[in-house]
């Protein structure tokens, strides 16, 4: 098998790297992983409270397919839902040579939404116990 198709091996590497830097980089999707695009009536709390028990130990990146004509109603929207965040569509703060913004891991519905929030919940509730920390 695939060594990153382990999902124990997918959940040490977030540990590991949390424990190395002190944070994690998230790109995170906005359709359909914080907002109801279709507006079908459907939720994303759990993803948002999520996001907010990470503020203090994450750089939110919003990745979104939307054009910018959009970002100011995105702004918005993770203003009024308490969401921190860098930018929309911007760099993290690890500067790569290509397109793809560099992250930690990426939250977004069409990419193993169940899995990423399964072991960030796993890996916030560690680190707030005490039993991981930033090794320096």
């Known amino acids: 098998m695939d060594f990153y198709l382990d999902e124990d091996h997918c959940y040490q590497r977030l540990e590991d790297e949390f ?3 002190g944070k994690l ?3 995170v999707d906005f359709d359909d992983t914080l907002y109801d695009f279709h ?3 459907r939720t994303y709390d759990d993803v948002m409270n999520l996001l907010r028990e990470w503020e203090d130990y994450s750089e939110v ?9 959009k970002y100011d109603m995105i702004a918005n ?3 009024n839902h308490k969401i921190k965040y860098k930018g929309i569509n911007c760099d993290s703060s690890v500067p790569v040579g290509g397109r793809k913004t560099y992250a ?7 990419g193993g939404l169940p899995l990423v929030y399964k072991h ?6 560690r680190i707030k ?3 991981i920390k930033h090794e320096f």
């Open 104 to 110: 930690n891991v990426y939250i977004d519905d069409r």
């Open 77 to 79: 929207y993770l203003q």
């Open 120 to 125: 960030l919940k796993i890996l916030i509730s």
């Open 129 to 131: 116990r005490g039993d």
């Open 61 to 69: 990146i919003i990745l979104t397919g939307n054009g910018s004509d």
């Open 25 to 27: 980089i998230f790109c």
């Open 39 to 41: 507006k079908v009536g």
């Open 19 to 21: 424990k190395k830097y």
